[in-house]
């Protein structure tokens, strides 16, 4: 329970991936990035239930191993890679009865978040009024927008507008959705289909931990970094 109301973890995970070929089930730590999610969310004692929506065979035995599976294989037209995943969770809300509540979006593809951001986050919430949702983040370090350029009509111009020559000291701190966590009301998300509404409260994360595995460079740099021991993986037992 969160504030007093039904909490649920949704895990989607899709069979085709073009980025990295079957990167939902990659072995990290022993264990797959799908298994890796599920343990995290079954491990914590304020979510109520936790569901695995998934296209995949493969997949769907793994959530019914652990007792989490969705009734039922998802739907062909919300299994592409253009389908949302709000469209996605106003599905599973109708096929899965969830509760009006909270509702948890965890993406197998930040394998370094921890159980103490996760409690983070919640904690964050209970403390937060009024909150209707939050997001995860972690600061954003590479070239700051308002220093990019176009080539407009032969001539170089500032991307946004402004001073370009600004010392970036003098510019605002900017900050990347690392894709950790997605918390948010089911009934504005089933009205809205969003899943960062107006008003979303921020959780920032540090950059060690927010990893995001979108290309196979994003899955060497990881690998490079457990290797030294830059970055570290949680062991996660339910």
Known sequence: MLKGRPLTAIIPVRGGSKGIPGKNMYMLGGMSLLERTIRLALGCPRIDRTLVSTDAPEMHAVAERF??????????????ASAGSADVVAQLVESAGIPAGWILLLQVTTPLRTRGDLEGLLDTCERTDPVAAMVSLCPYEGPHPQKMQVIADG?????????????????PDLYALNGAFY??????????????????????????????????????ILEAMLETGRWRLEDEEV
């Open 67 to 80: 007792g989490v599976a969705a009734p039922g294989l998802r739907p062909a037209h919300l299994a592409t």
């Open 155 to 171: 001539r170089v111009a500032s991307y946004l507008g402004g001073e370009s020559g600004r010392p970036r000291q003098e510019l």
């Open 183 to 220: 918390l948010v009301d089911r009934d504005l998300l089933l009205r809205d289909r969003k899943f960062i509404p107006a008003g979303t409260v921020p959780f920032v994360m540090p950059a060690e931990r927010s990893a995001n595995l979108d290309t196979p460079l994003d899955l060497q």
